[in-house]
């Protein structure tokens, strides 16, 4: 094991490892020489034997139980780019077939499993830069590592995993408190950017970049960091404005900041106030607003000035009595409208119209008296007046005793009506009154034939046959009827309308058969 920094260990010499050997006598003979050969021979094989097949076994097997636990030397964090020494030299030591028992050769196995480890830990502490949070401790471990060296190249291999274990053990005390480190100098630099202090905050991202380089908050906090400063400028010229009641400006300011750093809560909180008291500006404009146009009686107005004050604060309930402000307003309004509708077509007459904008009334106002009363008595005069219209248009009808017993019935119902019919229904009323006079007065006819024509008026009676015939009938339609023997029959109409003074009809059968 090696400082950082420090010469690579190199590989132990295996002869070193040996006592020294009795010299052999300048001469030998060559049988000797070729059996001193043959003997070289078979203990280079052996070593390579145990170089090439028998260690490998054993540091896998030394390396197999530490790859199963997890360890954060496994991450794959990219290192920050830190001065490495060389790679480690692991000391062989081969093996003496003479001196090397059973337990030997397992403390031996297990020197070189921790020396393993040793190395593993030592790269994944490099690349997280030990040494600028922990180089004293890295020292001591490396120390212990190298005692461990020098106590494997002696063969002294119990001694090695005592030293190899301490190194192991103080080599994973830093491993777990890189964590803490880095956890430590992350809070440390974000309390030196809030206090303003940007190298300070600088020189703990820096730490905490060399040990978690990929960290995000070490990445945002390099970056607010180098923008503090502007930062603290920006907000003073906020506070600034926003002492002065420039909340506008404040507000954009502020926002600049939130911008530069998302992170600042300083810059958040007072982005926040000012957009706060903004709003409540703009909304308390918005109902003083919304007042102004109900009083105007631009409802329309009104209403879109209460709806944008709720948006703004949907927890207010000013714009909620607005808004019902403005629908009381427009009912009212509505009401006075058709009331004041009502009342004109009343004056005019017009009983039909008038009914309708009483119903209209009552519709909004179920209860209102007076709308109950305007819709009665429109109803009343509309019917009669239509009764009224009847009989007039259909004067023929009067003629009829029936007809004309329903008429003198309409017009003393007329004359009954509480507070007077109006003078459009009186009117119409003196024009039936007048049309039943002329229905039920008889109009002189003169009917004219060849006094051998027999002649009957249907719904009348036989007239029978005459040069000249002279009868009175009331105004309507009449159809007479000739016949003659030899003769085809005949058939005409006669007229009686009102106002006639006098009417003449001449009917005889012409048509032989």
């Known amino acids: 094991m090696q400082k950082d920094g420090s010469t690579p260990i190199r590989a132990i010499d295996p002869s070193s490892l040996h006592g020294p050997s009795s010299r052999v006598g ?3 003979s060559p049988v000797a020489v070729r059996m001193l050969v043959a003997l070289v021979f078979i203990v280079l094989a052996g070593c390579v034997v145990v170089v090439f ?24 964090d990219t290192p920050r780019e830190t001065a490495s020494p060389p790679a480690r ?13 059973p337990a030997q050769q397992a403390m031996k196995r297990q020197a070189e499993a921790l020396l393993l480890d040793i190395i593993e830990k030592q790269e994944w502490l490099r690349q997280r830069g030990v040494s600028l949070w922990a180089a004293g401790e890295y020292d001591l471990a490396a120390s212990a590592g190298q005692a461990g060296d020098e106590a494997f190249r002696t063969r002294a291999f119990s001694e090695a995993v005592r030293h190899y274990e301490q190194a192991v053990h103080a080599l994973h005390e830093l491993e777990r408190r890189a964590a803490q480190v880095l956890g430590e100098q992350l809070a440390l630099g974000e309390e030196a950017l809030e206090r303003n202090q940007g190298e300070t905050a600088m ?8 040990i978690d380089p990929r960290n995000p908050r070490v990445m945002n906090g390099l970056k607010r960091a180098n923008t503090i400063h502007a930062l603290f400028s920006l907000l003073e010229k906020g506070g600034n404005l926003e002492a002065a009641g420039r909340f506008e400006e404040a507000e954009r300011t502020y926002r600049q900041a939130v911008e530069l750093d998302p992170l600042a809560a300083d810059a958040r909180t007072a982005l926040q106030r000012v957009t706060a008291q903004l709003t409540e500006e703009q909304f308390r404009k918005l109902v003083a607003q919304g007042y102004a146009w109900l009083d105007a009686r631009r409802f329309q107005d009104a209403r879109e000035a209460f709806r944008k004050a709720h948006k703004l604060m949907p927890d207010s309930k000013q714009p909620v009595k607005g ?26 007459q017009e009983w039909g119209l008038a009914l309708q904008s009483w119903q209209q009334l009552l519709d909004l106002e179920p209860g209102a008296g007076y709308a109950v009363e305007g819709a009665a008595r429109a109803r009343l005069r509309d019917a009669l007046l239509e009764r009224l219209e009847n009989h007039i248009r259909a004067p023929q009808r009067l003629s009829s005793a029936g007809v004309a017993a329903e008429a003198r019935a309409l017009l003393d119902e007329v004359a009954a009506v509480k507070g007077g019919p109006g003078n459009r229904i009186l009117d119409r009323a003196g024009v039936l009154e007048e049309t039943l006079i002329l229905a039920n007065r008889p109009v002189p006819i003169t009917l004219q034939s ?9 719904r009348v009676g036989r007239l029978g046959r005459f040069q000249r015939h002279e009868i ?14 030899g003769y085809r029959d005949i058939r005409k109409i006669l007229d009686v309308t009102l106002g006639m003074e006098t009417g003449r009809l001449t009917i005889r059968c012409e048509e032989t058969i």
């Open 53 to 76: 097949l028998v260690l490998p076994e054993y540091v896998n097997e030394a390396r197999q139980p530490d790859e199963t636990v997890s360890s954060p030397a496994r991450t794959e």
């Open 323 to 348: 808004l019902a402000s403005v629908d009381q307003a427009v009912h009212d309004e509505k009401v006075e409208s058709l009331k004041i509708e009502a009342e004109h077509f009343e004056l005019q």
């Open 472 to 485: 009175l009938l009331k105004p309507g339609r009449y159809t007479l009827v000739g016949s003659r023997p």
């Open 89 to 101: 030299a692991v000391p062989v030591v081969p093996d003496a077939p003479a001196q090397s028992g």
């Open 203 to 210: 020189r703990h991202f820096e730490l905490a970049q060399a």
């Open 450 to 458: 060849d006094n051998e024509t027999d002649v009957t008026l249907l």
């Open 26 to 28: 300048a001469r030998r």
